[in-house]
């Protein structure tokens, strides 16, 4: 009987007996030259090769300095074997993208670069980059969010308990208005570690935590040293705060100064280097209150888009003729929930209502009427009855308390599951290629 692990063994001397073969070939092939096994599937040369340039220009672009060439080729590498293990796990887990989604994602990333698809698409070239591994890039970053959420986000709950009691043990004046820019740098322990090799992993810890307070480069170090899933975007963790923050590192961070390196902290995955890079207070979170009312007309096989539209205006004529818009929308609006209260929706926040409703109703003055507006409900008027600042600072907080310490539990989780994901897999690196 052969088992799980001699059978990779095969594939892996089949795979050098090819590459022996190999040797004996083009330029052009040593491109397909094996790296690294990952499972049952591989990674090239030239695959690599393309992540590298990739990962170069980018650093170049944040006038970051690259390090070595073959301290980059070994993170970039063990950054694709994390990536390979998850999209093998999505795949049987049947995760797949559509192109619809892709396109939408594709397109929404172009619009917050204030471009559409074709302008992104021409300053991408320039930049050296195809379009389409953009869209692998994308479609890679999808799949692997699902899965994890899948995995991972279906477990995490946070209860009004851990809300409240947040809310009431942290300090409530200013450091949730306080948000902090941090770096991170990981020197991994793998489960099941020995006791020298959690000393040698710490010895490099302090060693690192030393030259960085000397004056190192943190983001440097960080692409050629961290474990964290960050090193190659120099382990920023980007602002976040306090309830952002993994619980393991609020002390230390409370303690911590402007452009201070902590002491390494000890986790399960293992030790922790901290950067305070920036500090900054934010401000009290006030938000517009709309009272606004609406007749919905819907569509079906006996009224179109056209007919619907037809009707709305007839019924905005008449109001501007005298006629009583709570009385209409009684009589002929088709939200039968708000039809009895005159069509009153009462006073929304933002986010509350569908964007196009809401994208109407932001541009209408106190008492004017909307033009016939479409949503995928049907076809509205809309009336702006008044509007009002609120300051919902209260509720906001307990709404990023609450959506932060989800996100926290995520981030601790997701750092033990890509961890145990990657020492339990086999994997077989070619170090002569590296």
Not at 127 to 150: A, C, P, T, W
Not at 230 to 247: C, Q, V
Not at 408 to 425: C, G, N, Q, S
Request: net charge negative; hydrophobic share 40%.
């Amino acid at each position: 009987m052969i088992n799980k692990e001699n059978m990779k063994k095969a594939i892996v001397t089949v795979l050098l007996c090819h590459l022996l073969f190999g040797s004996f070939l083009a330029r052009a092939e040593v491109l397909d030259m094996i790296v690294a096994v990952v499972e049952d599937d591989v990674i090239l040369e030239r695959e690599l090769q393309n992540e590298v340039a990739a990962i170069e220009q980018r650093i170049r672009q944040s006038n970051s300095e690259a390090p070595p060439s073959y301290v980059l080729r070994k993170q970039v590498l063990e950054k694709m074997i994390v990536d390979k293990l998850q999209r093998q796990l999505a795949e049987k887990a049947g995760i797949t993208v559509s192109e619809d989604m892709l396109n939408s994602s594709a397109a929404d990333i172009a619009r917050r670069n204030n471009m559409d698809v074709e302008q992104f698409r021409t300053e991408l070239e320039r930049q050296g980059m195809s379009y389409q591994s953009f869209l692998d890039n994308i479609r890679n970053e999808i799949v692997i969010n699902q899965l994890r959420g899948r995995e991972i986000g279906g477990r995490i709950k946070v209860t009004d308990r851990e809300v409240e009691h947040y809310m009431e043990t942290q300090d409530k004046i200013g450091e949730e208005s306080t948000q902090y820019h941090l770096g991170h740098i990981l020197i991994a322990v793998k489960e099941g570690a020995s006791s020298t090799e959690i000393q040698k992993a710490m010895g490099k810890a302090d060693d690192l935590v030393k030259k960085l307070r000397a004056g190192q480069d943190f983001a440097q170090s960080a692409i050629s040293d961290s474990d964290d899933a960050n090193a190659l975007k120099g382990g920023d963790l980007g602002w976040r705060r306090m309830s952002e923050i993994p619980t393991l590192f609020v002390n230390e961070i409370r303690q911590m100064r402007q452009g201070q390196v902590s002491e390494p902290i000890r986790s399960p995955s293992g030790f922790h280097i901290i950067k305070m890079i920036e500090l900054k207070d934010a401000d009290n979170h006030v938000i517009v209150k709309t009272k606004v009312r609406h007749i919905l007309i819907k569509t079906n096989e006996l009224v179109d888009d056209a007919e619907a539209k037809k009707r709305l205006q007839a019924l905005k004529v008449r109001i501007a003729d005298g006629d009583d818009f709570a009385a209409l929308a009684r009589a002929h609006s088709d939200d039968k929930g708000s039809a009895l209260k005159g069509g009153s929706l009462d006073w929304v926040s933002p986010g509350d209502l569908v964007k196009p409703f809401e994208e109407a109703m932001t541009k209408l003055g106190i008492n004017e009427i909307s033009e016939p507006v479409q949503t995928q409900f049907g076809w509205h008027i809309i009336q702006v009855l008044g509007r009002e600042n609120k300051d919902d600072s209260s509720e906001f907080k307990k709404n990023l308390v609450r959506e932060a310490i989800r996100k926290r539990k995520i981030e601790e989780e997701t750092e033990l599951w890509v961890r145990r994901l990657r020492d339990e897999a086999f994997v077989e690196i070619f170090q002569n290629r590296l």
